[in-house]
């Protein structure tokens, strides 16, 4: 039997989201120890984000590996027989481009991953929730996604019999088990739902879902012809998962992995969240998790996108918590205000043209770019038009102090206060 002390049960891998260049690089700056992408249709979010293409294989992986963060191409939505070629060809790619593991939920995926000893990951597809089940997949997985309706109690349970049971992977490890941490949850159970392929034939177990459940509903009674009343019109949006005030009890359940939602989100919004775990896991190891912090973090990730926050049914919750408005409930937004020009490596100052309102010193800017990632900062000094200046305007040329490289495709914004909804949570 594999005995782990208390400190490394709880040093938690981090796994971030990246739907294209730009969040993988805020994902690789802010922490993460694995990222999670898809390559063109055949994954959960086909249509909610740019997605990479076969070609970006080995890009991503030459990127990862410099950091030594671990990459997973995930193929986990249903597979019809038509797939099953491109399935073929983007395992063997993953396999010449290192990719570290495939995430899957179809025993054909599963079958070819191992075919050429890919590393296989179970996805929350599958729903696994109980021991023997897991069991089955440990002969195809070294990680297992359990099912996004189990209490840490049932969770602990399991990652018990795990220890208990030596039950492994291919790899002759112990099975990993990974739970989804933060971010956007599904009305349905696992993700399993099929309201948008009835309504507009657009299949969410295909990456293609239209996300209807997120409108206002009203219930009215066919047989009466009265219209229910609703304390929420959005009886079907949940809000968004957050685990970091729980995330010491996440650790003592035996958790390995800690997965973060996001591929269809903004780079900024992955920075930000990427960061605020990385930091509360690794307080978790180091015995300096608290309140104080927590309060801090929970601060942070309200500034990006968020519909509000609960733990899911990791405490024994048996009902949802719905949003109760559409969209997101942020208390920041960006302006786009610009974008970037050149960068003078030997001062390290970032040139800027702004097309759109103005800019002055105190701001906060958000500068992203496929190489540059998310970058958030304070304007302490700059010049306009060459000339040190406190205030710019649309049409100025701005230069500013900046300790990393942009590029021309960089994009600048103005970080403010959302007004509406900083009230909120």
Same mark, same amino acid.
């Given at each position: 039997?594999?005995?782990?002390?208390?400190?490394?049960?709880?040093?938690?891998?981090?796994?971030?989201?990246?739907?294209?260049?730009?969040?993988?690089?805020?994902? /690789?700056?802010?922490?993460?120890?694995?990222?999670?992408?898809?390559?063109?249709?055949?994954?959960?979010?086909?249509?909610?984000?740019?997605?990479? +293409?076969?070609?970006?294989?080995?890009?991503?992986?030459?990127?990862?590996?410099?950091?030594?963060?671990? +990459?997973?191409?995930?193929?986990?939505?249903?597979?019809?027989?038509?797939?099953?070629?491109?399935?073929?060809?983007?395992?063997?790619?993953?396999?010449?481009?290192?990719?570290?593991?495939?995430?899957?939920?179809?025993?054909?995926?599963?079958?070819?991953?191992?075919?050429?000893?890919?590393?296989?990951?179970?996805? +929350?597809?599958?729903?696994?929730?109980?021991?023997?089940?897991?069991?089955?997949?440990?002969?195809?997985?070294?990680?297992?996604?359990?099912?996004?309706?189990?209490?840490?109690?049932?969770?602990?349970?399991?990652?018990?019999?795990?220890?208990?049971?030596?039950?492994?992977?291919?790899?002759?490890?112990?099975?990993?088990?990974?739970?989804?941490?933060?971010?956007?949850?599904?009305?349905?159970?696992?993700?399993?739902?099929?309201?948008?392929?009835?309504?507009?034939?657009?299949?969410?177990?295909?990456?293609?879902?239209?996300?209807?459940?997120?409108?206002?509903?009203?219930?009215?009674?066919?047989?009466?012809?009265?219209?229910?009343?609703?304390?929420?019109?959005? $009886?079907?949006?949940?809000?968004?998962?957050?685990?970091?005030?729980?995330?010491?009890?996440?650790?003592?359940?035996?958790?390995?992995?800690?997965?973060?939602?996001?591929?269809?989100?903004?780079?900024?919004?992955?920075?930000?969240?990427?960061?605020?775990?990385?930091?509360?896991?690794?307080?978790?190891?180091?015995?300096?998790?608290?309140? #104080?912090?927590?309060?801090?973090?929970?601060?942070?990730?309200?500034?990006?996108?968020?519909?509000?926050?609960?733990?899911?049914?990791?405490?024994?919750?048996?009902?949802?918590?719905?949003?109760?408005?559409?969209?997101?409930?942020?208390?920041?937004?960006?302006?786009?205000?610009?974008?970037?020009?050149?960068?003078?490596?030997?001062?390290? $100052?970032?040139?800027?043209?702004?097309?759109?309102?103005? /800019?002055?010193?105190?701001?906060?800017? /958000?500068?992203?770019?496929?190489?540059?990632?998310?970058?958030?900062?304070?304007?302490?000094?700059?010049?306009?038009?060459?000339?040190?200046?406190?205030?710019?305007?649309?049409?100025?040329?701005?230069?500013?102090?900046?300790?990393?490289?942009?590029?021309?495709?960089?994009?600048?914004?103005?970080?403010? /206060?959302? #007004?509406?909804?900083?009230?909120?949570?």
């Amino acid at each position: 039997m594999v005995n782990l002390d208390k400190k490394e049960m709880q040093k938690i891998e981090l796994m971030a989201p990246a739907g294209n260049f730009e969040s993988l690089q805020a994902a /690789l700056d802010n922490g993460a120890d694995s990222v999670y992408f898809g390559v063109e249709q055949l994954n959960m979010r086909a249509r909610a984000s740019i997605n990479f +293409t076969i070609d970006d294989l080995s890009e991503i992986s030459k990127r990862c590996t410099e950091k030594n963060v671990r +990459t997973y191409l995930t193929l986990n939505t249903i597979i019809y027989d038509h797939d099953l070629t491109i399935v073929k060809t983007l395992i063997n790619e993953a396999k010449k481009a290192n990719i570290t593991a495939i995430i899957a939920m179809d025993q054909a995926v599963i079958a070819m991953a191992r075919s050429v000893d890919m590393e296989v990951h179970i996805s +929350t597809q599958i729903n696994i929730t109980n021991i023997e089940t897991l069991k089955f997949y440990a002969m195809f997985a070294d990680t297992i996604v359990l099912s996004r309706e189990l209490s840490l109690r049932q969770v602990k349970k399991i990652t018990d019999q795990i220890i208990k049971e030596e039950v492994k992977g291919p790899s002759g490890r112990l099975v990993e088990i990974e739970i989804f941490g933060h971010g956007a949850l599904c009305m349905a159970v696992s993700g399993k739902c099929y309201m948008s392929l009835h309504t507009f034939n657009s299949s969410a177990n295909r990456g293609a879902c239209k996300q209807n459940c997120r409108k206002k509903y009203t219930v009215i009674d066919q047989e009466t012809g009265i219209e229910m009343e609703l304390d929420n019109e959005y $009886i079907m949006s949940p809000k968004d998962l957050c685990t970091i005030d729980i995330l010491d009890k996440v650790a003592d359940a035996g958790v390995r992995v800690l997965k973060l939602e996001g591929r269809g989100r903004a780079p900024e919004y992955v920075a930000k969240v990427t960061k605020s775990y990385r930091e509360a896991i690794d307080s978790i190891a180091d015995g300096t998790y608290n309140k #104080e912090k927590v309060e801090n973090w929970l601060v942070e990730l309200k500034k990006v996108y968020n519909r509000g926050f609960w733990n899911g049914y990791y405490l024994g919750q048996k009902l949802g918590e719905w949003s109760d408005s559409s969209g997101s409930q942020a208390t920041q937004k960006k302006l786009y205000i610009g974008k970037g020009m050149h960068y003078f490596p030997k001062a390290k $100052i970032g040139e800027f043209k702004l097309e759109a309102f103005d /800019l002055k010193i105190g701001d906060t800017i /958000l500068i992203t770019g496929p190489t540059t990632g998310a970058q958030e900062m304070e304007v302490s000094q700059m010049f306009v038009n060459d000339i040190k200046g406190d205030k710019a305007q649309r049409g100025d040329s701005v230069t500013i102090p900046l300790d990393f490289r942009i590029r021309p495709s960089d994009k600048l914004y103005k970080i403010v /206060l959302e #007004e509406k909804k900083e009230e909120n949570n």
